[in-house]
């Protein structure tokens, strides 16, 4: 019989090598391009909004608190209630970046027709580079992996981690191009101990 040990370094090492996977194709001529797309919308008065059901509903949660902290104000929608009038928060110009690993989500699916009509910009992150919402977006960032890490391969682990590296990934491009430094960094992060570290070593800074 298997020791917790066990089962717990078989899925280390099932995802390391998915996340190692994936990573190796990661295409940043499509990370390029979402960056642009995110920087023109900003320039025209657009804002960015982050979408997904269920987990990548909770990543995009992440994202958007990222992205606000280095410098692209970001909003979550709620993928759900966006057909329900949260669509209102969108408004024609905007970027949508819209998560999620099949891509063929129903809700989603809901949502990304409502804003695409009201004049939206779709930007996909999936799993899966032919289907409906890849199909359906202006600029797609795929975040692929075959296996999730356990016996049943269904819930998504390592697929989760692939979308927030590329999230990641995009945010250190935004982050870049806006040269971001400590001293802007702290102004909207003071509190908690990341905000003391640059406090303390810059005590000027305010």
Known sequence: ?????????????????????????????????????????EAAGGRLHITGIGKPGHVSGYAASLFSSTGTPAYQLDGTECVHGSAGQVLPGDVVLAISNSGETAELKRSVECLRSNGAHIMALTGKPDSWLAQNADVVLVAGVDREGDSMNKPPRASILAEMIELQCLSILLQDERQLNPETYVRWHPAGALGASILQAQPAVV
């Open 1 to 41: 019989m298997r020791s917790d040990k066990d089962h717990a370094q078989r899925f280390l090492d099932i995802m390391s090598q998915s996340l190692r996977d994936y990573v190796g194709a990661i295409d940043y001529d499509a990370l390029a391009a979402a960056k642009r797309l995110i920087l023109d919308s």
